[in-house]
């Protein structure tokens, strides 16, 4: 079973909500909402995809994951003020969001046959980048730069489980579900 | 007949010209204009390029589109006093440009096979990348993220009818102008 | 003799030590200091084969370069309180690191077969769009940019030489060596 898209879906569907109600503070319009929601939602995978030089970016393949970073910014537009409140709730979801993509980084990078070090870093560059480029875009302060935040430092533990499993030999689900569990859990413990 | 060499050219000209007074208002040298004058016009292609996996880049097929970015900012270089008091004309030319460069790239994206949602994407992205890393790296707020500038908004309701236009069996020649001259209209009437 | 590697490796070091001397002034952790020291180090050359659409980026089929990097963000590290007063020796290193890269930029897209207008823009890119990312990563107003620092202005004379002495016909080792003397020469110039 391959595991890999529902990771991404997952993974595109909360960063895009954590990427609107960036939008939501920045106070943009509808459109604003979509490009940024997009930006955070399929930026890691983007980059992830380019480097790999893949035959086609995920989303240029399938655009349903699009659909799904877009319908996500028009809920949040029209919700944002009951979600506001909601801010915590929406940073634990950033969290299982990082552990969610960097399986999913890691997980495209070994099954193309790459090198322990290009698994780890394909996971960490889809974990951050995505919420990288929306903080560089909004002219924030990038929260992996931030202090006492462990972002890329989880992102780096969750893709070296993944690899270590997958050189004992233990089933992939048992593989993917340690990467995400320590990813979200590390991250989580730092908020 | 090829419309989309065209647009390019005239898209990498306004561009290049918007880009370098940008460099003019930073007081940056000779090479700096140049430098910002390529980023702006050559930036939303370069990413639409790579997204899309085009078997080369468009400026590096043909780097006649450097050539023209580069002689523009030594023009503006050199007569910046005048051009500046002239600060009006210059951001309807990059309206211009803008309604120019969403037909390009939406009609790349359209030539290559692309689903609907790729080629408004695409669009989108030829259209506004450009300017967005001019200001990034120039530290400035993304024109595209102020508040009641059609930019984006603009850029999409632009590809959106390229699209229609195509799958109305239109012929080119109007869907291709009916497409620069909506993005430039909305554009220009948020200024 | 294939000079490229070399030339490379010593780019990554150095432009590697630089990238960690920025993340300790921000005060960023272990990890944050892997993070920039490998964006500051693989970063320009990873846009020279994006653009180029090389098979693979250098250090995805060779992930040693990414281990150079670490390795050197790892020893800053621990070693930051004693470089940091060595900063006059960082910036000298520095403008080093810009020579060599210059080189190894426009070697790569001269053996290619490219056009003398993409070897000298890969040079320049290759020199410079590392530093450029960190710097707007870090939020910090990119060197790049700043009046009186010839960076893209000695990466840009750099090229030129290294293309004029292969149309020459003169020993490849001879460009290359005019190249990095030329650009270092300049940028350490005007430190």
Chains 1, 2, 3 share one sequence.
Request: charged share 10%; glycine share 10%; proline share 3%.
């Amino acid at each position: 079973m391959n595991f890999i898209p529902i990771l991404d879906y997952a993974s595109v569907l909360v960063f895009a909500l954590s990427g609107a109600l960036v939008a939501s503070r920045q106070q943009l319009d509808l459109i604003g909402f979509a490009f940024i929601a997009c930006l955070t939602a399929v930026g890691g995978g983007t980059i992830r995809d380019v480097l790999l030089n893949r035959d086609a970016v995920f989303w240029i393949e399938e655009p349903a994951y699009i659909v799904l970073a877009v319908t996500t910014s028009v809920v949040v537009f029209f919700t944002a003020h009951r979600l506001e409140s909601r801010m915590k709730a929406i940073v634990w979801a950033d969290a299982v969001a990082l552990g969610v993509a960097v399986a999913a980084g890691s997980g495209v990078a070994l099954k193309l046959g790459h090198s322990p070090i290009i698994i780890v870093l394909m996971g960490v560059a889809t974990g951050s980048f995505g919420g990288l480029m929306r903080d560089v875009v909004c002219n924030e302060v990038p929260l992996i730069l931030k202090q006492g935040e462990l972002y890329a430092s989880a992102a780096f533990a969750g893709s070296l489980v993944l690899v270590l499993g997958e050189n004992l030999g233990l089933q992939p689900v048992y593989t993917y579900a340690a990467c995400c569990v320590l990813t979200f859990t590390l991250r989580a413990g730092s908020i």
